[in-house]
């Protein structure tokens, strides 16, 4: 899509033709072998979207570039979003690829103000007040949070849900480990929901924060987030809540349910996978003078000039950077992801209110519909029952060998398939997460449940 012919007289046509010294459009086309062009008219009858379009010119191309198309179910923390063609065109103005991070506010103008609008947008998808740009990924900023939730309340206890995204967990005990501090796991539903029950027994005075996902790993959507938030507050723990951001366009806020911090991954909005990164950690907060103070990264704020009331941006609280408090910093990120928090700026304002919510909408059908059907093979059941699903959903196999599978999807189909939860958690070694989001059509779901059924038949 980044070379589109536009409407133009005929002519112009002719004038443009005999300054390039051709006579017909046809002769700029004269060196692409025969063999391969195009024959015949496109008849798209529209009207169609940037992605439906892309599709379609690329499903006609079929006989010239390899046929040979993958497509990706698999997501786990980077997930396969279509990317509108105008995102990189605008980021590849050198004035945002080139900048740095802008200690001189009165020659980096627009980044900051880049950056401001990104933070009110942040601001508005999750209901807080305030938030920061930015962090690496969902992973360090779940724990930039709980060591935030540490210094604040000067607890050393951590409860988090008993399945959280691997590395995610990973990353959090890594940036714990030297502080001495207790994470306790709390047991899931039938539904995969967080145990009340549980958690109430597990959350006390010693408790520093309280961490849930919605979606979580799995990709199920929290149903109690309202009384676990009043737990946590209950005994003067921190409420950290992890999500998704584009579900936040169909399902409540964090802001709305209490939330006193909030961490989620930003790839999906218009980051593409990039073979795993860069990636783009969201953080944000409710405004709490003792929070603000100890939030990690940077915030952009909005002041006036010393002398004319015009407005202008500059980065505040920059006591909190290293390049300030040195070793008396509150946090270790010393660089940022600026680059693709602009993108997700540009992805957000571009969307709209409406556009995401359109988005949401398709992926949470789309995964009802991709579980429905997995769970019409044979030889398949439900982890989670009467569990809401939003862009992942785990299916159990019964004597399948889960990665053997993957394999043949692969290689005979072309598919990436779901993650092999049995080599993250020992109780699943016969389970797999799939990932459906709006780049799949129904046709896409159907070939998925007909290659997975005769790969497991082979």
Not at 103 to 111: C, D, I, L, T
Not at 368 to 391: C, I, N
Request: net charge neutral.
């Amino acid at each position: 899509m980044s070379h589109l012919i536009p409407n133009l007289s005929r002519e112009k046509i002719k004038q443009m033709l005999k300054y390039i010294g051709v006579k017909r459009i046809d002769d700029l086309f004269k060196d692409i072998p025969e063999e391969i062009r195009f024959k015949g008219k496109l008849r798209i009858s529209g009207p169609f979207s940037e992605q439906d379009i892309a599709k379609r010119f690329s499903e006609r191309l079929s006989h010239v570039i390899d046929p040979s198309k993958i497509l990706c179910f698999r997501g786990g923390g980077v997930w396969p979003h279509y990317v509108p063609s105008v995102i990189d065109h605008i980021i590849s103005r050198s004035e945002l690829y080139t900048s740095y991070t802008p200690y001189q506010p009165e020659v980096s103008q627009g980044v900051l103000q880049a950056l401001f609008e990104y933070q009110s947008l942040i601001c508005e998808l999750t209901g807080m007040d305030v938030a920061n740009a930015s962090m690496y990924d969902w992973a360090t900023a779940l724990a930039e949070a709980c060591r935030m939730a540490i210094r604040v309340t000067r607890r050393d206890k951590i409860v988090i849900p008993s399945i959280i995204a691997p590395h995610r967990e990973r990353v959090l005990r890594t940036y714990l480990e030297g502080l001495e501090i207790e994470i306790v796991k709390v047991n899931l539903n039938k539904n995969g929901t967080v145990d009340i029950s549980k958690l109430s027994e597990n959350v006390d005075s010693k408790t520093a924060a309280v961490y849930v996902e919605s979606p979580t790993y799995m990709g199920v959507i929290e149903q109690n987030l309202d009384e676990i938030g009043e737990i946590a507050h209950k005994n003067g723990a921190l409420f950290i809540v992890g999500v998704e951001p584009l579900s936040l366009a169909i399902f409540k806020p964090p802001g709305d349910y209490g939330a006193d911090i909030v961490v989620g991954e930003g790839q999906p909005l218009g980051l593409g996978m990039n073979f795993g990164g860069s990636l783009l950690g969201i953080f944000a907060c409710r405004f709490d003078r003792k929070l603000l103070y100890q939030m990690p990264g940077r915030i952009i704020g909005l002041t006036t000039e010393q002398d004319s009331a015009r407005r202008a941006f500059c980065m505040v609280l920059q006591a909190r950077e290293q390049h300030i408090r040195r070793e008396r910093a509150t946090s270790n990120i010393c660089t940022n992801v600026a680059l693709n928090a602009i993108k997700a700026a540009i992805y957000l304002s571009l969307l709209g209110r409406n556009g995401l919510r359109n988005v949401a909408k398709k992926i949470y059908a789309n995964t009802h519909y991709a579980y429905r059907k997995l769970l019409e093979l044979p030889f398949t059941e439900s982890l989670f029952k009467d569990a809401v699903y939003f862009k992942e959903f785990p299916i159990m196999f019964k004597e399948v060998d889960i990665e053997e599978m993957n394999r043949v999807l692969y290689d005979d189909f072309n598919i990436i398939g779901g993650i092999n939860l049995g080599r993250f958690f020992e109780d699943m070694a016969n389970v797999a997460l799939f990932c459906v989001t709006e780049i799949h059509s129904k046709r896409d779901i159907d070939y998925l449940a007909k290659a997975i059924l005769e790969a497991c038949e082979k």
